[in-house]
């Protein structure tokens, strides 16, 4: 549940250099594509070229295993996404018609989104995407692909994936909805994601609860890996994903590149955790999962690094199972300065900060946070990925053995390049004084919140002796992110940070307040169509923060939406009180989750994080149509093409840009579709 997504603009930041990619290739375009409410870009990987082969081929391998669990997040996805794929991509290749007819080109964009979302579902209201083009269109093209092409035995089956694809693309009330929050119902049979067959919510609850182990101080992170199934008698049992269970087919080339890349390892500790990640995908085993995650966030000296498994559980209605992701990536010496200052200083945050004493954890372990450069995306991390992140996941591995953060520098780097002169703040921000604080300072305070929130504040905090760590159901991711981003604002404004020579001006948090606040309570109800309620996590989240603060601050009018020409604006008149009313939120919510206190998590949700206001929502979805600015940005990856000596053995890698995003996405499903086929 710890990561950050979201969208940054212009600045400049202290502590490393945040202009590297200007500097070296100033003509790098960023921009790739553009449809629907997206935006691919592609970033840079500035370093690449004067690392050593050891690491370069490492990260080769590495890379290569991230690309071979594509399959994987499509299926977890939708039980009907690879099939999906496979027509929409016939369909796109073989098509001879007329390519500037309305059809083709609804078509053309359709194939676009369902790639950028890893299915037919969007990647963040997950709602099911809506055709342009016509059923009949659809049928006719789907007329020229064979049987076998299919993967289909006979016609008999052939027809059957037809008619089960038809369905699943233009039937509106069919698997509308990827991941369902809606408390009031069954979050499981609400929701289409492919976790879960045939049971309900409250035999999932039932069959989990009867597995875990009162007050065990180590507990297994339950269904992270399985799958959850009712048979045709009734019996409900786990389908793991191991090499000789679920997914296996993916799994068995992700263990050779792991074994690959272990045999290049940096250095024995990095070679014990992949070996011990490698027996967990062999045998599916969570113990073996814990104790490869124990040894990766003890590691701090390996410059090259990675993500690879069944991680973030955001695709689980109840928070439990992981939708398979990887990244691959090498420590920024230069930034990491800043995000180890941070880790160093992890106690003085921790004892200071504005949760009761008994929450606080007494001495805090094996902090480490570094500062990277992304060199692949996969899984649920692409196209769409965060910024940073915060693992492992598992409340007490933190405890007692630390985690480690990371902040994403080049993917950071691209979103900020990639927005430059877009007239947001023109348009949003409230005055010129505020504008020229956050042109200033933004960028920086950014980085640092990203930096606070996965470092320390997923980091902070403990659990009360004998508290479930799923008890918060379906909101604890969101409850999760809150208290991150809250611990994240709330030290943004301490002198502590000047004092340690992070920043240098007592006032640059102001610019990430107003933003956060302008965010939650306005301008990311942009990504929402009208008439619908925030269903993403991160969002609810920030809506919570703001609307919450909103609500507390009217009778000291620190925070107001007030009228200007006719339009909606933040104004914050007491930076000071809106950190103290921070302060006061992330108390209420670390004591939620210390105590597993559900009524009083779902009560703060559903009051602050999930309805809109339609007029403001109006107004908003008006004022960023004259912008052009897409709600959402995703990636496409480089590409690494190894140079071999006449022994076989690589020379050097490779790494180019020039990839563009149909290319790439169809290269993939050429390449790596161990299920798909």
């Not at 799994?251 to 990095?270: F, P, S, T």
Request: include cysteine; proline fraction near 4%.
């Amino acid at each position: 549940m710890n990561n950050v997504k979201t969208i940054l603009t212009g600045g400049a930041l202290l502590l490393g250099s945040l202009t590297t990619m200007a500097k070296e290739n100033p003509n790098f375009d960023y921009k790739v594509d553009r449809f629907a409410d997206i935006e691919v870009l592609r970033y840079e990987v500035p370093g690449f070229d004067q690392l050593t082969l050891q690491q370069k081929e490492m990260l080769y391998y590495l890379s290569e295993a991230a690309q071979w669990g594509r399959d994987i997040i499509w299926d977890q996805n939708g039980k009907n996404n690879l099939k999906l794929r496979l027509i929409l991509e016939k369909i796109y290749q073989k098509y001879d018609g007329d390519r500037d007819s309305k059809d083709w080109k609804a078509f053309e964009k359709y194939m676009k989104q369902v790639w950028f979302g890893n299915g037919p579902h969007h990647h963040y209201s997950n709602d099911k995407f809506v055709p342009e083009f016509s059923q009949e269109f659809f049928e006719d093209r789907v007329k020229g692909i064979c049987t076998r092409c299919m993967g289909a035995s006979d016609d008999k089956e052939r027809d059957a994936i037809v008619a089960e694809i038809t369905r699943y693309i233009f039937d509106p009330s069919y698997m509308p909805k990827k991941v369902s929050l809606d408390s009031t119902g069954d979050v499981i049979t609400a929701s289409s994601v492919n976790l879960y067959d045939g049971v309900t919510q409250e035999e999932v609850e039932a069959y989990f609860a009867a597995k875990k182990k009162v007050d065990d101080p180590t507990p297994i992170s339950y269904g992270l890996n399985s799958k959850l199934v009712k048979d045709a008698r009734g019996n409900i049992h786990e389908e793991t994903y191991c090499l000789n269970g679920l997914y296996g087919d993916a799994i068995r080339h992700i263990i050779y590149w792991l074994d690959k890349a272990k045999g290049v390892a940096e250095n024995d500790a990095q070679r014990a955790y992949i070996t011990k990640l490698i027996d967990y995908y062999i045998t599916g085993d969570l113990r073996l999962f814990d104790e490869y995650s124990i040894l990766w966030a003890e590691d701090s000296d390996s410059d090259v690094d990675f993500v690879n498994g069944f991680i973030e559980s955001y695709n689980d209605p109840l928070g439990m199972t992981g939708s398979w992701e990887s990244y691959v990536n090498f420590r920024n010496r230069e930034s990491t300065k800043r995000t180890k200052i941070i880790s160093d200083n992890a106690q003085w945050f921790e004892d200071n900060a504005p949760i009761d004493a008994q929450y606080r954890k007494p001495h805090v372990k094996g902090i480490s946070a570094k500062a990277i450069n992304a060199v692949m995306l996969a899984g649920d991390a692409y196209p769409a990925t965060a910024i940073g992140i915060n693992l492992p996941n598992a409340d007490w591995i933190r405890a007692q053995h630390g985690s480690k953060s990371v902040t994403i520098e080049n993917i950071t780097e691209a979103y900020a390049e990639a927005s430059k002169g877009n007239g947001f703040r023109e348009e949003f921000v409230i005055d010129a004084p505020t504008r020229a604080l956050m042109d200033k300072y933004l960028y920086q305070t950014d980085m640092l919140h990203t930096d606070l929130h996965e470092c320390l504040g997923h980091a902070s905090g403990q659990l009360a002796p004998g508290t479930d760590p799923d008890a918060l159901k379906e909101n604890g991711s969101t409850l999760e992110e809150a208290r991150a981003d809250l611990f994240a604002l709330y030290y943004l404004a301490d002198p502590k940070l000047v004092e340690l020579g992070i920043i240098s001006d007592p006032e640059a948090y102001k610019a990430e307040y107003y933003q956060q606040m302008m965010n939650g309570l306005m301008t990311q109800l942009n990504r929402i169509e009208p008439g619908n309620d925030v269903e993403e996590a991160h969002m609810r989240n920030r809506q919570l923060i703001a609307a919450w603060t909103l609500d507390h601050a009217k009778k000291s009018k620190a925070v107001q939406l007030v009228k200007k020409g006719g339009k909606t604006y933040l104004k914050i008149n007491d930076y000071n009180e809106l950190r103290n009313l921070f302060g006061q939120l992330l108390k209420e919510i670390q004591r939620i989750k210390s105590t597993g206190d559900y009524a009083a998590g779902n009560a703060l949700v559903q009051k602050y994080a999930v309805k809109v206001d339609p007029k403001l929502h109006k107004e908003v979805l008006q004022r960023y149509s004259t912008l052009d600015i897409p709600p959402y940005r995703g990636f496409v990856n480089p590409v690494y093409v190894p140079e071999y000596d006449a022994e076989g053995n690589i020379t050097d890698v490779k790494v180019t840009y020039n990839e563009s995003y149909p290319d790439q996405m169809l290269r993939l499903s050429r390449n790596y579709s161990a299920l798909g086929k």
